[in-house]
């Protein structure tokens, strides 16, 4: 059933407007009418709504169109359920991953895919230096405010290498302050491709 915000938003004052007339029975006549007359007044009960209109991401280039390995493009497609990347991400990816690279800002809406923008590149470049070199070696690190959110990056990545078969080419670890000291040595010996962290431990 489609919901109407106009006829939905009068149906919630109606009822706001009925509870309070209850709620508040007066028997003073002056005080009755009073209430009557600010229940009845624009703007008393509540603001104008507010509506957003939502307009689709457009899309850009396949994922198999993209600079990034097959598997990896595949996984963005079973993940994605199409075979596009949008827009914003297909130019991001492009640009990161090109000749002419430079640092990079992306701003657009929730559940657009801004994580992807950046991630797909950084995993990208760990896979073809692991391929190169053969052994672990930092190429990135990943700031975050918060360790939650972290953590949760360090899952998502994770399971992208997973799905695409590098679990074992790519090293990906996390430091934070529940990092033991022994942990820390072992990062420092053998740092891993990509390094999750906070701002306050990148120092």
Known sequence: MTL??????????????D?????????DPALKEALERELDRPLFLAQEPFFQAYRPFKHGQRWRELPIDPKLATVMEMRA?????YLHQSEAIAHLLGPQR???????GTGSGKTEAFLLPVIQNAFEDATRFKKSGLTAILIYP?????????????EYLREAGWAGAVSVEKYDRGTTQAQREALRRNPPHILLTNYLMLE
């Not at 359920?81 to 990347?85: C, S």
């Not at 918060?146 to 994770?158: G, P, T, V």
Request: hydrophobic fraction near 40%; avoid cysteine.
């Open 4 to 17: 109407h915000p106009i006829r939905a938003l009068d149906h919630v004052l109606a009822e706001y407007s």
């Open 81 to 85: 359920r199409d075979e596009h990347a």
């Open 19 to 27: 509870y309070l007339r209850t709620e508040f029975r007066a028997k």
């Open 102 to 108: 430079s640092p990079l800002v992306v701003t657009t």
């Open 146 to 158: 918060m360790n939650a959110l972290a953590n949760d990056q360090l899952l998502r990545i994770q």
